[in-house]
Every structure is written in C-alpha cells, then in structure tokens.
C-alpha cells in the first residue's frame, strides 16, 4: 500500500475493521464480476448455453452486493463522519461498486448474445480478434483489482494506459464487421450482435479504467478522471 495513505491509524479499533471489512467486500464483488466475464466470454466464443444462462442469473448476486455494499458505505458516513483518506475511501468504494456493477451489466450481455449465437454456426468463434479484445480485457480487469488490493498507484496509471489499446482492438473489429456486412448482407444480424459484444468488451475496460483512477484519487488525493495520462503524472508529482 502507498504511504501516502493511511487506513489503519485510529483510536477505534472497530473503526479499523469496519473500513477493512468494506475493503474485502469491493474486493469479493470484483472476484465475482471478473469470473462473470470470464465465463461470459467463454460462453461466447464456445456457444455454451449453460454458461450463458449462469452468467446473466450471476447479474442478480452482482446487483444485491453493490447495494449492500453501498448501504454499508451510508452506515460508515453517517456513524462515523470520515475526513480525509477515510472519506476519500468511502467516496471511492461508491463510486468503485458502481463501475463493477455496470461491468456485471457488460458482461450479462455476453451471455445474452451468447445465446442468440449459439445455433449458428457462422457465429463469434470466427473471429479471432473478438477472443484477442476479450483476453486483454480480462487481464485488464485482473490488474486493476490486484492494483486496488494493493492501493498500487504506479500500476493504475498503467492500466490507465492500457485502455488505448482496448480501444484500437475495438476499432479493428467494427471494420471488419462492416466489410462482412457489406460483403454477405445474411450475416446482418450475426455480425451486429457480434458487434455490440466487442461494444460490451470496449466498455468493461472503459469502466476498469474507471477504477484505476479511484485509486489515484484515493491515494493521491488527486481527481483525474477527464484527463490525460501526462497531466495525471504531473498532478501527482505537484
């Protein structure tokens, strides 16, 4: 953890574990929602109908975690009055929990196109750059959580980073999709739900990007978010 931030240094010892606790909740949200879209790519590009259906019923465990998590938060606020870093954390915990349900959201849609796709047999198995978007999405999602265990600030930036190549990989997989369309009118309909999965993907690391810039903010005391990667270095040097 940073040195920068302190969450371990109060006369209330309950104080402590109730700012742990919320901590090791966010964390078991993220493990959760990270295997969600794990398994709702695998459903996917493997036409499994079952995964597809665990995914989208895992949405309503997703959902009732943020709102447990975010009325734990109100608790804190309203007992405790936090300043400083532990106000920080209670701001970034609720901002945290919402990206991670709007990813659980991203990746419900994985298992709903899942299904639509899985008895065509020209579906998203074709498209090796669909399975390239979401592997990096994975992995970026994977640090991100990993960096927020650790209040890791170094490697939030360079998640943040990251993001672009997300979005170029997005990019080449509408062009393709638009040649396919172009090429073969009857693959219309397949290749737009393609699309908006690849779409669903370019939003997971848009939100985990989010996240990334939580820690910042929680670390540094430093609100980044709308801001180049250049400037957020320089903020956090000043």
Same mark, same amino acid.
């Given at each position: 953890?940073?040195?920068?931030? !302190?969450?371990?240094? !109060? ?25 969600? =879209? ?6 996917? +590009?493997? *036409?499994?109908?079952?995964? *597809? @259906? ?27 009055? &936090?300043?400083? /870093? ?13 990206? $991670? ?8 849609? $994985?298992?709903?196109?899942? $299904?639509?796709? /899985? ?9 090796? %750059?669909?399975?390239? +978007? ?6 970026? +999602? ?10 890791? =600030? *170094?490697? *939030?930036?360079?998640?943040? @980073? ?13 062009? +393709? ?5 172009? %090429?073969? &009118?009857?693959?219309?309909?397949? #290749? ?7 779409? #669903?993907? %370019? ?22 978010? !709308? ?12």
């Amino acid at each position: 953890m940073e040195n920068d931030l !302190h969450l371990s240094q !109060h006369i209330s010892k309950r104080f402590n574990q109730e700012l742990e606790e919320v901590r090791n909740q966010v964390l078991k949200m993220g493990g959760l929602v990270e295997q969600q =879209v794990a398994d709702g790519l695998v459903s996917l +590009l493997e *036409a499994d109908t079952k995964m *597809a @259906q665990k995914v989208i019923d895992t949405d309503v465990m997703v959902n009732k975690m943020e709102v447990d998590i975010d009325e734990t938060c109100t608790e804190i606020l309203a007992r405790r009055q &936090p300043a400083a /870093s532990d106000l920080r954390l209670m701001i970034s915990i609720i901002k945290t929990i919402t990206d $991670l349900e709007r990813i659980g959201d991203e990746a419900e849609k $994985l298992g709903v196109n899942a $299904l639509e796709l /899985s008895n065509n047999e020209a579906g998203a198995r074709e498209f090796i %750059e669909l399975q390239n +978007l979401g592997e990096n999405v994975k992995k970026m +999602l994977n640090r991100s959580l990993n960096a927020y265990a650790r209040m890791d =600030v *170094a490697e *939030a930036l360079d998640i943040i @980073q990251s993001d672009k190549k997300i979005n170029k990989e997005f990019d080449n997989i509408s062009r +393709l999709l638009v040649i396919k369309m172009m %090429e073969d &009118p009857r693959e219309i309909k397949n #290749a737009l739900r393609i699309s908006w999965c690849a779409r #669903a993907l %370019e939003r997971i690391g848009d939100h985990t990007k989010n996240i990334c810039e939580y820690i910042v903010y929680l670390v540094k005391g430093k609100d980044v978010r !709308h801001t180049s990667l250049d400037k957020i270095r320089k903020q956090i040097e000043s």
